[in-house]
């Protein structure tokens, strides 16, 4: 488990990251069911906080969060979890490009390319 100092609020003086199998149960239970009303597209941050009980409670959407490396909240997460910024700033193009129909089928051994 990560300790993260979280400066933001009086109430919280430490962030302790979840484990994987909690953080994605609630990302399905109430992240991505904040994020689908909204009609955001591709990529969204959703802040999510425990109260004092352990329940999820929903803090903040934000369909166009910030994409600066080391600094934005959605990339030091990314990073955390092992992606590189280029990988995910490319799995952001991929998703936009495919819902646009701009991607040329992948053949076997070659990766997908966006079409110019």
């Known amino acids: 488990m990560l300790n993260i100092p979280y400066t933001h609020s009086r109430i919280l ?9 909690l953080a994605k149960r609630i990302w399905r239970d109430h992240g991505l069911q ?3 009303p909204l ?10 906080r ?6 999820p409670q929903l ?8 994409l600066t490396p080391g600094y ?3 990339c030091i997460q990314a ?3 092992g992606i590189r910024y280029e990988d995910f700033i490319l799995e952001i193009l991929y998703l ?7 991607l040329e089928p992948s053949r076997k051994g070659t990766k997908t390319s966006i079409v110019k």
């Open 39 to 48: 009609g955001a597209l591709d990529i969204s941050r959703v802040d999510i």
């Open 13 to 21: 003086t430490n962030a302790i990251a979840l484990n994987k199998i």
């Open 50 to 55: 425990l109260d004092m009980n352990g329940n």
């Open 72 to 74: 934005s909240d959605i």
């Open 34 to 36: 904040a994020h689908i």
């Open 96 to 102: 936009a490009a495919g819902r646009w129909e701009l």
């Open 79 to 81: 990073a955390v979890d």
């Open 59 to 66: 803090m903040e959407i934000n369909p166009l969060p910030g």
